[in-house]
């Protein structure tokens, strides 16, 4: 079957037959409490020094949330490069509302060595510009999570990251 993928007239990227079969590897997790968790795997080699966006099918909402932490673990040993970037994209793919929402330049010794793991609060060096905060509302009531590398990274590195947050007031979501 024949794929192909687009966005509609209502904004939104939709994609069909075997453009649909290329699996995500986001995902925002069922955690009990007040506390919530995206997740996703970064494969480094695949950065550029523009943002790409991380996965289609899950959203960073703005309404009423506090974004507590990041971590980040290393699946597999990373190299060249020399810092990672994490943001977030509005909904048309394209405008970028912050590349350094979550991580801002976060230096290659956090993620070079597989099992390494750092957690990032405000105060660490490398924590983005949101973490700690209630974020204003996005123009478009969410966002796409983005990634960015300063330098070239090679071979196989993995870097899974962890964002999380809770409800702060009422969330309608």
Do not use: C
Not at 72 to 100: E, F, P, Y
Not at 131 to 142: E, I, Y
Request: hydrophobic share 40%; net charge negative; no cysteine.
């Amino acid at each position: 079957m024949v794929g192909g993928n687009w966005r509609n007239n209502d904004g939104l990227f939709v994609q069909f037959g075997t453009s649909k079969a290329i699996p995500t590897t986001m995902g925002d997790y069922l955690s009990y409490g007040d506390t919530r968790e995206i997740e996703f795997t970064i494969l480094m080699s695949s950065l550029t020094a523009t943002p790409a966006i991380m996965g289609n099918t899950t959203f960073f909402g703005s309404a009423s949330v506090f974004i507590e932490s990041v971590t980040t673990d290393v699946d597999v040993t990373t190299a060249g490069g020399t810092s990672l970037s994490v943001g977030l994209m509005n909904l048309d793919g394209s405008t970028v509302i912050s590349n350094t929402a979550f991580l801002s330049a976060a230096p290659i010794a956090d993620h070079t060595t597989a099992g390494q793991r750092k957690d990032y609060t405000v105060g660490v060096t490398g924590v983005g510009t949101l973490v700690g905060t209630v974020p204003a509302a996005f123009a478009s009531g969410g966002a796409y999570i983005s990634a960015l590398a300063a330098g070239t990274y090679t071979g196989l590195g993995a870097v899974k990251v962890r964002i999380r947050y809770r409800g702060y007031g009422t969330i309608t979501q």
